[in-house]
């Protein structure tokens, strides 16, 4: 048990489902990050983490439910050799999805 609670993993490398965009486009996730309860910085962390593990091309699907966080992960696409395809507004949690560039 660390300082913040329980340490949350991200999901293994390898396909691990996919998700349609709001133009339709079929995307294969590579990885998900599972964020519900965390705030800034962990997200960032953990989203930078994962975006360094999956090859080029791949997706990394980030699951939040912290606004600031939400607004705060597109940004730091560039920073991490990415790019933010979409951010999807859920009933209780928002789903970002970035690219390797």
Same mark, same amino acid.
């Given at each position: 048990?660390?300082?913040?609670?329980?340490?949350?993993?991200?999901?293994?490398?390898?396909?691990?489902?996919?998700?349609?965009?709001?133009?339709?486009?079929?995307?294969?996730?590579?990885?998900?990050?599972?964020?519900?309860?965390?705030?800034?910085?962990? *997200?960032?962390?953990?989203?930078?983490?994962?975006?360094?593990?999956?090859?080029?091309?791949?997706?990394?699907?980030?699951?939040?439910?912290? *606004?600031?966080?939400?607004?705060?992960? *597109?940004?730091?696409?560039?920073?991490?050799?990415?790019?933010?395809?979409?951010?999807?507004?859920? *009933?209780?949690?928002?789903?970002?999805?970035?690219?390797?560039?």
């Amino acid at each position: 048990m660390g300082l913040f609670g329980k340490k949350k993993e991200a999901a293994s490398a390898g396909s691990v489902g996919e998700a349609t965009l709001s133009n339709g486009t079929v995307i294969s996730i590579a990885q998900s990050v599972d964020c519900l309860g965390d705030s800034c910085p962990r *997200p960032q962390l953990m989203t930078k983490k994962a975006v360094g593990q999956v090859g080029s091309g791949n997706v990394v699907e980030v699951v939040l439910d912290n *606004p600031s966080s939400v607004e705060a992960l *597109p940004p730091l696409c560039d920073e991490m050799g990415a790019r933010h395809l979409e951010t999807i507004q859920e *009933p209780r949690c928002w789903k970002v999805y970035i690219q390797k560039d």
